[in-house]
């Protein structure tokens, strides 16, 4: 099983990206998928979460009102749609399922893939 995030690239403040996340081996349909970040030399930080049982979506404080996580279970996909980029935002963006635990501790989580560089310019 094998996570893969992409979508990220060079963006100006205020611009807008969507991330998506792909898997192989593994159907997300029926995973919750959480979003994480990670700027270097700090943690990998919570941005977001997705339930399959019903669509709801939970997101860290700097996400809310920007940021925006679905899913599109024919193409076993899940996006992440970031606008109103802040520099701040810059950072290795990760996706990965939710195995138990707190939603927004990072070892609540596996299958983590490769993540995606977004780096948001003044």
């Known amino acids: 099983v094998q996570l893969q995030a992409s979508g990220g690239g060079l963006v100006q403040a205020g611009g807008s990206l969507r991330l998506s996340c792909a898997a192989s081996g593994r159907t997300l349909s029926t995973d919750d998928v959480g979003w994480f970040r990670q700027a270097p030399g700090l943690e990998r930080e919570f941005v977001g979460v997705i339930l399959w049982f019903n669509g709801r979506t939970y997101y860290a404080d700097f996400g809310k009102g920007r940021f925006t996580i679905s899913r599109d279970e024919a193409k076993n996909a899940v996006y992440l749609q970031m606008n109103s980029l802040k520099t701040e935002d810059t950072a290795v963006y990760y996706c990965?399922?939710?195995?138990?635990?707190?939603?927004?501790?990072?070892?609540?989580?596996?299958?983590w893939g490769q993540g995606t560089q977004v780096t948001v310019s003044s």
């Open positions: 990965a399922v939710y195995r138990g635990g707190r939603y927004s501790d990072p070892s609540a989580y596996n299958y």
